[in-house]
């Protein structure tokens, strides 16, 4: 495959991620991502990441399913720009973090500093509040 073709499908697949913290900093994060993916051309994940503590099963989280998937998805239709919810019930959130972003992720969060993951090489940007 050509090098420019290459490129090409790199920049198709752009992704800014906003990793979900609270309502009022996500808002805040999708309206930042926003501003970045449109200026790339790029397209918007919104990771919600639930942590399900371990007396229950892992498919049984304290909020139902259903309920996550419709409250994210109405906050992902007021972004300006096309939206994917990406939700994933885990045990240890550290270690979804590392499984669920490919390497040099953009990401933009409302919460605190993310050292770990600016450590492993993503580029963590914070909206301004």
Avoid: W
């Amino acid at each position: 495959m050509a090098a420019h073709v290459r490129s090409i499908l790199r920049l198709a697949s752009l992704e800014v991620v906003v990793l979900h913290t609270t309502t009022s900093e996500t808002l805040a994060a999708l309206k930042t991502a926003a501003r970045l993916a449109d200026g790339l051309a790029a397209r918007i994940r919104l990771l919600v990441i639930q942590v399900v503590p371990y007396p229950l099963p892992l498919d049984r989280p304290p909020v139902a399913l259903p309920f996550t998937q419709r409250r994210f998805q109405t906050l992902a239709e007021g972004a300006s720009i096309e939206t994917n919810v990406d939700i994933h019930l885990v045990r240890d959130r550290d270690l979804a973090l590392q499984s669920l972003l490919e390497p040099h992720s953009t990401i933009v969060t409302g919460g605190k500093r993310l050292k770990k993951l600016e450590r492993a090489g993503h580029e963590v940007i914070y909206p301004d509040r």
